[in-house]
């Protein structure tokens, strides 16, 4: 396969195919400006995503008045310093009221934020992609302090994301005679990811707004948000329960269809998965065989005599790989989450059927073996949490990753690829090549948010299918498109 000669054509033709559109608008125009429409509507979603919060763009800082507490202070030493001068019922009056407006608005929040502490208690530490999360945070006083308000802001940051996502929400609340406040909020649309807490921000001020002060309580903790395809809100309580049904249930990471092409991709996916790693379906007739078993048309047609074999007597194992080159997602995260979803689907569906998987976590990434219907429980999850927690920062080609592992990969095996790289022509050919050399075959599963496939798209496709590799396009959820965010309160029936 000539992979270079081949992203040469692929740059010319993109270019010709412009010239083309130009002048034949009624040919492949429309298909170009779809796939421009969507791609317009992913960069407008990328870009709002920055401004998910917009309570900590525009919420106004709490701070202490400096200024006030110079004039209350000036006015409080004058009025001590007239009742010592004179002692008349004026003094006294404003000497009460200024030690009075000290005592309540700047000795009390400093009392009240003394000795605090926070403990945050997470409804569940894994849940899947789409899902939702009820965090309750308790916070506890040293001291019973009236007369004083208490803010919070609570913050956790996908560290699997390119961007660092966070998420986050700020509360405000009048403790008065307790010591102990528990605040409940729910976080929904969680993405994929390790999401962990580092500490919760508290801000102790006054009625009258002269005083705040800040304080850091260190509260660490973490849940993950496992890969998978967005699901439908009309799932069993069974799927949506947390523990065992995040991976037993395969319907809990891939949901229902919701248009024709989720359809066909579950449809290509679940074929692929079926046929890895299978192998030929007889083999040369060895003594002792069966007679029942051998191959009577074969030997007809002059084949000589074959064994067949059925699916039983041979394991079944099957390769996936992911690819997490940095450029081929250009800081897309749910670009890069769509395809880890489709590619977990892949994983369960294989572990449901008791395949054996081996799955390979992008160039010179972590190698995940399961044995064949030993531990699929434990091994799916161990896949899904490692899929959980990687990121698209990987370098060169999986053909690297592939031929360091020789012994990786077994004779007449299907390597099942999901990446949104459309271009890299010339490392696909590179893998294909090597394959080949292994006696294995190359299966493609790109992800790419256009509707339709553009010029460039099926030219690839059609060159890559020419070297012997089977291409199946997919695309970006719906679902994928929703941004997570919190709100306060908790959803009960969730995890009932």
Known sequence: MNAPFQDGVLQSRAQEDAV??????????ALNQSAAVQSRAANAINKREPANHPEERYAPAYRTRWLAWGIISAGWIGSFAAV?????AVEW?????????????????????????????LS???TREGGQLVISLTLKRSYLIPFVWIAIHDETINESSAANRKISIRT?????FRKETTYRYTLHKLRRGRHPFEHVSITVGDWLGLTAIHKRLECKSEFVVLPGLPQLENGTKAERAGGAAIYAVPSALTGEAQDRRGAAGREEIEAAVRAAGLGPDSRPYREGDSLRHLDWRSAAKGRGLQTKIHNLEQPVQTYIAVDTLASAYERDDQLFDACLGWAALAVTRAAWMGNGVTLLLGQGGQVIQSPIDGGTQEGLSSMLRAMALLRAEGKGSL??????????????????VFTADWRGGRSWGELAGYAAEQGCRLELFIVTRSTVPSFAMREQQKWLESGGVKLTWLHVPAGMTALPYAEEGGDAHEFA
């Open 20 to 29: 083309a559109g130009s002048i034949n608008p009624q040919g492949d125009a």
């Open 84 to 88: 010592l001068l004179r002692g008349g």
């Open 93 to 121: 009056f404003m000497a009460t009221v200024l030690t009075m407006i000290i005592a309540v608005s700047g000795i009390a929040p400093v009392m009240a934020a003394a000795g605090s502490s926070a403990a945050r208690v």
């Open 124 to 126: 569940q530490e894994l």
């Open 172 to 176: 405000v609340f009048t403790p008065a």
């Open 399 to 416: 053909t690297g990753s592939f031929v360091r592992d020789s012994k990786l990969l077994s004779r007449g095996c299907t390597i099942l």
